[in-house]
């Protein structure tokens, strides 16, 4: 089974965290982010001086969402960078702030929105389920406001609205610190899904995502033209093979009885 995170050692100190994927409490599939996985392989590293986390996800469960966030923030490294490799989404923006420093390329997009849940039962336990709603919703709103600064009045609408940002857009409302060179990732919209590289996120979670709404990032395609070479012209016989083309012409009449070709 392919899995969609690692971390790993590099030179002078600095460790890498690869987020691609969901976020979940525990495996199910195999290839899911757990907190438990990123937590005893982050230890694993010891102490670093540098520690990147590189991130592509359309997120997943906030509880383990929020686990992640605060044991990137306990991780012994004197600087924390977080890029955005294609989609940082849901409880994935969440997780980026734990960072000192986020970076996203151009055609990086972020989106935050509402924590949502399922229940059952009677009416007592789907106003319960809204309760904690609003409490979970509670700690993401503290998260992005000591990040961007604005205040709980103005980050609920961008969150009730589920807000799709350009890498412009969450550099402009503090989402993120500085915009990088592109990413050259394949885009594209099949279904109901959002196809970024190699990754398939399921946009059917999403209320306020539309088809044309990746054409904001997309980089076209780049067709190169294709030189089409011209004909080399037939060179002209020399005076040479024209007097002996001429010779076997006379001979061939005579020999046929003066027949014409």
């Known amino acids: 089974m392919k899995r969609y995170w690692e971390v790993k050692a590099k030179a002078n100190k600095t460790g890498e965290l690869l987020l691609y994927g969901d976020i979940a409490s525990a495996q ?56 955005v490799d294609g989609l940082a989404a849901s409880i994935a923006s969440v997780i980026m702030m734990a960072c000192d420093r986020v970076y996203i390329p151009s055609n990086g997009i972020v989106m935050v ?3 949502s849940g399922v229940a059952m039962g009677d009416s ?20 992005y406001s000591e990040k961007t600064g604005m205040t709980n009045e103005e980050l609920i609408p961008l969150l009730d609205a589920e807000t799709w940002m350009t890498a412009a857009d969450a550099i402009e409302m503090g989402f993120a610190d500085e915009m990088q ?20 996120f399921d946009t059917s979670t999403f209320k306020n995502f539309k088809p044309d709404t990746i054409e904001t990032y997309r980089e076209p395609a780049k067709v190169e033209p294709v030189a089409i070479a011209e004909p080399e012209p037939e ?13 076997f012409r006379r001979i061939k009449r005579k020999l046929l009885g003066g027949s014409q070709e």
């Open 28 to 83: 199910m599939w195999g290839d899911e982010i757990t907190p438990t996985q990123i937590d005893d392989e982050l230890k694993a590293l010891g102490e670093l001086d540098v520690l990147n986390v590189y991130i592509s996800s359309g997120g997943g469960s906030c509880f383990a969402g929020m686990a992640i966030f605060n044991i990137i923030k306990r991780a012994k490294a004197s600087i924390k960078n977080a890029y």
């Open 113 to 115: 929105h509402n924590p």
């Open 124 to 143: 007592t336990e789907f106003r319960k389920m809204a309760d904690v709603l609003d409490k979970v919703r509670e700690t993401i709103l503290n998260v």
């Open 181 to 200: 060179a592109e990413v050259k990732i394949a885009a594209s919209v099949d279904g109901g899904f959002l196809l970024l590289g190699n990754q398939k």
């Open 235 to 247: 060179p002209e016989p020399s005076p040479d093979l024209q007097a002996q083309e001429n010779e």
